[in-house]
């Protein structure tokens, strides 16, 4: 029997998750074919069952790839902003804009909602702690008015996965991306603090 280094076994992971995201992204979760897929990578169908038990196992591990990636992108976006509301601001809508993506509009909010039911519940967590934690900078800082920060972003996490998904479903889906980021706008400019008028009426 041939023991494999784990160098190798990472690099057996890593070529069978890129194969599968280019083959996912281009014929869609019912269409890859693994036969095909662990051909392409020069790799044996046993490979991806030991790494990843089946196709659907395949796809999660490539969903929470995406995942991360997104991730990172918002979190970037959080850092790199000099005002704290325009960089939230921001943040919602490049989600948005994300649905707008190919292989994220494929892979993420096509396949696995069908095939996945959609996010793992620790995705889920992970977004709303994020959604927490800058709800609650923005409370803390006088922006946004005195609310339960879970229960805020709860509230704007959902909506925003939900209008993903409609975006994503759509033949128009540049359109619906106008009007999601209208609606966008309207649902976040409720959250601000309101200046008081301190004179009689």
Not at 40 to 63: I, P, S
Not at 67 to 80: H, P, T
Request: charged share 25%.
């Amino acid at each position: 029997m041939v023991r494999r280094t784990r160098a190798e076994m990472e690099a057996t992971r890593a070529s069978l998750l890129a194969t599968a995201r280019q083959e996912l992204a281009k014929h869609g979760y019912a269409d890859t074919s693994m036969d095909d897929l662990t051909a392409q990578a020069g790799l044996t169908r046993g490979a991806l069952y030991h790494h990843f038990g089946d196709k659907k196992g395949l796809l999660a591990a490539v969903v929470a790839q995406i995942d991360d990636e997104m991730d990172a992108r918002l979190q970037a976006i959080s850092d790199q902003a000099d005002d704290p509301w325009q960089g939230f601001r921001s943040r919602c809508r490049a989600y948005l804009e994300m649905a707008l993506e190919p292989e994220i509009q494929r892979i993420v909010l096509r396949d696995a909602r069908a095939v996945l039911g959609g996010a793992s519940p620790d995705s889920q967590r992970h977004c709303l702690h994020s959604m927490q934690t800058l709800i609650s900078a923005l409370i803390a800082q006088g922006i946004v008015a005195p609310a339960d920060a879970r229960a805020l972003a709860a509230l704007i996490y959902g909506s925003l996965a939900e209008a993903a998904f409609w975006i994503a479903e759509g033949e128009d889906a540049a359109a619906r991306m106008e009007q999601a980021a209208v609606g966008l706008d309207l649902l976040l400019r409720g959250l601000r603090v309101q200046p008081h008028d301190d004179q009689d009426c």
